[in-house]
C-alpha cells in the first residue's frame, strides 16, 4: 500500500532558526515559511536528493503540534509521510483492520495541494503516520 517517503517532519519553536541552521550549517536547499491555517502549523520544507524534511510551527490556538513541543521543548521528529497511490482506499483498507484515523477521517489538502490524512501514532510502533495521495 505504501509507497515512497514523501517526508519526515520535525516540531520545532522558531523556523526561523531551523531554516537558517540547515541553510548556514548544513548546506541545505531550505522553502520559504509558508502559513498552513487548515493544519495549525507553519511549514518549510527542505529538499534533499533522495526526501524531505518538514519544519512545523505552531500557528494559531489549537495547533495539533502545541503539545508535542510542551513535553519535547527542543524540537523533535513529529511524523512521517509515506505516499499512496489512492489515498480513500487506503483509509477504508487501514480503518477495516482497527486503525484509527484522526480528525473528521476524511482527507484535507496539505502542504503540496494534494490529500493527505494521519494515523494514530498508538496505532504505528509510537510514531505518528502521514498519508499522502500520490
Ligand atoms: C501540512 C501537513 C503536510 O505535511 O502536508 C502536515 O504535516 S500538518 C502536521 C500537524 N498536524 C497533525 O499532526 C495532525 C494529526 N495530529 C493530531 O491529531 C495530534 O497531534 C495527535 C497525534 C492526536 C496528538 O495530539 P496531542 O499531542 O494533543 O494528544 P495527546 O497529548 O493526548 O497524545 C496522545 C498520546 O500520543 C502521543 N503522541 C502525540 N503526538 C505524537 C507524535 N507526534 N508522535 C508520537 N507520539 C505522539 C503522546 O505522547 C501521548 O502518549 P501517552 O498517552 O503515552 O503520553
Ligand atoms: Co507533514
Known sequence: ???RLNHVAIAVRDI???SALYRDTLGADVSAAVPQPEHGVTTVFVTL????????????????I??????????????????V????????????????????????????GKP???LHPKDFNGTLVELEQA
Not at 512545523?56 to 489549537?62: A, D, I, K, S, Y
Not at 497511490?85 to 503540496?112: E, F, M, Y
Open 116 to 118: 493527505v490524512l494521519f
Open 49 to 64: 536528493p533522495n526526501t524531505k524534511i518538514e519544519f512545523l510551527e505552531p500557528l494559531g490556538e489549537n495547533s495539533p
Open 16 to 18: 526561523a532558526a531551523a
Open 66 to 83: 502545541a503539545k508535542f513541543l510542551e513535553r519535547n521543548p527542543d524540537g523533535g521528529i513529529h511524523h512521517i509521510c509515506y505516499e
Open 85 to 112: 497511490d489512492d489515498i480513500l482506499t487506503a483509509r477504508d483498507q487501514l480503518k477495516a483492520t482497527g486503525a484509527r484515523v484522526l480528525g473528521s477521517g476524511d482527507p484535507k489538502i496539505g502542504a503540496h
Open 1 to 3: 500500500m505504501i509507497g
